[in-house]
């Protein structure tokens, strides 16, 4: 499915944050390894349900012993148990990584993205999951308040508060910035999808 996992590591204390197992955890667990040599995965966030994007989710946490956490409407949907389920609103902390949590209602129900400020030293970060890509929301399987939901989510809870520069990392393909995108928000309304 092509999808794209990311890892964070707090540069002081040099914990990791991994968002979304999707695959091969092999090529994860290698990842892990060389982003600290303790190798010291605190976290797996999986940013929603869906199985391409937690193929390797038991065989990473088995290997590393790292909590999970995901959003509190796809918690039970997961093959390992929910260490933490989570709330728009909610903020997670590994080091002195803060993760501030967004739930965008539409792809699945429990569907969240994940914001890293840059503070300062950099544009803010925006783990989306597959609720935002370049050139559009994630899919909703042809249902309208489903698309709507979500289009609504994305434009009150990261167009409306992320400045232009904020790197969009979307589960799938390249990544984006929130002011490419912002010119095109209705014509998504539009084109329904």
């Known amino acids: 499915m092509d999808n794209v996992a990311y890892l964070v590591t707090c540069r002081r204390t040099r914990e990791q944050v991994l968002v979304d197992a999707a695959a091969e955890p092999a090529v994860l667990l290698e990842l892990v390894r060389a982003g600290s040599p303790d190798g010291r995965l605190g ?8 199985h391409d994007h937690v193929g390797a989710l038991a065989e990473v946490v088995d290997a590393t012993g790292a909590a999970t956490a995901t959003g509190e409407d796809d ?3 997961l093959p390992v148990p929910v260490g933490r389920r989570l709330r728009h609103g909610d903020v997670l902390s590994v ?8 739930h965008l209602r539409g792809h699945t129900p429990g569907s969240v993205a994940l914001v890293l400020r840059g503070g ?5 970060h925006v783990f989306t ?18 698309f709507t939901s979500l289009l609504d989510d994305v434009t009150a809870r990261l167009f409306a508060v992320l400045d232009d520069s904020t790197v969009v990392h979307p589960g799938h393909g390249a990544p984006t910035t929130i002011g490419a995108e912002r010119p095109h928000l209705r014509e998504w309304r539009e084109r329904g999808w």
């Open 43 to 50: 976290l797996v966030v999986t940013t929603h349900r869906h």
């Open 129 to 146: 999951g597959d609720s935002l890509f370049p050139g559009g929301v994630g899919n909703t399987r042809g249902d309208a308040a489903a």
């Open 95 to 102: 080091g002195d990584v803060r993760l501030e949590v967004v």
């Open 120 to 124: 300062g030293q950099g544009p803010d």
């Open 75 to 77: 918690a039970d949907h």
